[in-house]
């Protein structure tokens, strides 16, 4: 968990064996393309990130996504072929 820390471009897409991600904090930007890659990552939340752009659809293993806040935007796809999603919470 990474909480209440300053991360300006913020970019996990190399750790690929990532099953679980939580990050909160306003002084958090993530990189649209951040995720790309993270097929084995099954539960996530964001909760008062930024991210201007943020496209979730190469993380095919997503059973959770919650995402919280209003300093993100969603690509038009993002969720395309989240074939495993159980559960989407969108708040913000």
Avoid: V
Avoid at 14 to 28: A, K, M, V
Avoid at 40 to 66: M, P, T
């Amino acid at each position: 968990m990474l909480k209440d820390s300053e991360c300006k471009s913020l970019d996990l897409s190399s750790f690929q064996s990532l099953e679980t991600l939580y990050l909160r904090g306003e002084r958090i930007t993530i990189q649209p393309s951040a995720f790309h890659g993270l097929t084995q990552l099954e539960e996530l939340q964001l909760e008062g990130c930024e991210c201007q752009g943020l496209d979730l659809s190469s993380c095919q293993n997503l059973k959770s996504i919650d995402l919280r806040g209003e300093r993100f935007t969603l690509k038009p796809s993002a969720f395309h072929g989240l074939t495993q999603l159980e559960e989407l919470q969108l708040e913000g």
